[in-house]
């Protein structure tokens, strides 16, 4: 069997969903590795960051907002959605290794969405599979033992929590979730 790599994701989107809306920036971090046993890895060591340019003329300010990112200049110079998708994909596989990729995001679903979105429609495969993926928040109720709507950050004990910021820039926050990540692995409650 092989083992499992966790690569923490992130994504800063113009919008709801993606398709009619866009991914404007998405950062992975490698959190660490299991063959049964977690071993944590240094999140800044292995990173992958991308601004993209838009897929459509349709954003929500608001959401843009988010992530502070200009869009004239993102559409002036933002990654070919392909190109970032083909780079990403050859360095997660470059990445893991022998290993299965799995992405870990808290939450999980949009994150996810969109970027199994971005790699189907750009690339035509994606290199997680289908359902290569792991949410921070699950992990967090099923070991603390508290519904999903219990299972937000300010609720959390303190140790788990990285001392980074969370800035609502994508590799930023794909670091700070790896190191989240990490902890609630290592955390016996």
């Known amino acids: 069997m092989r083992a499992d790599v966790y ?7 113009d919008g709801p969903i993606p398709g009619p809306y866009s991914m404007v920036s998405l ?30 003329d349709d954003f929500v300010p608001e959401a843009l ?11 002036r110079d933002g990654a070919d ?12 596989t470059r990445t893991a290794g022998a290993g299965r990729p799995v992405i870990v995001a808290y939450p999980a ?13 750009f690339t035509g495969a ?28 300010s609720r959390m004990p ?6 980074r910021r969370h800035t609502h820039h994508a590799l930023d926050d794909a670091v700070e979730q790896a190191e989240l990540f990490a902890n609630l692995m290592a955390w016996t409650p």
Do not use: N, Q
């Open 7 to 13: 690569f923490s994701l992130d994504v800063e989107a």
């Open 27 to 56: 950062g992975l971090a490698v959190a660490g590795r299991s063959d049964g046993v977690f071993t944590a890895a240094d999140p800044t060591a292995d990173t992958f960051y991308r601004e993209l340019r838009p897929i459509s």
């Open 65 to 75: 907002a988010v992530s502070g990112l200009d869009r004239a200049a993102l559409l």
């Open 81 to 92: 959605p392909a190109t970032a998708m083909g780079e990403l994909s050859d360095w997660v």
């Open 109 to 121: 679903v949009f994150d996810w969405m969109f970027l199994y979105w971005y790699l189907l429609r």
């Open 126 to 153: 994606s290199v997680f599979g289908h359902s290569g993926c792991l949410d921070i928040k699950t992990l967090y109720a099923v070991k603390a033992g508290v519904p999903i709507g219990a299972a937000v950050k």
């Open 158 to 163: 303190a140790h788990l929590l990285s001392k």
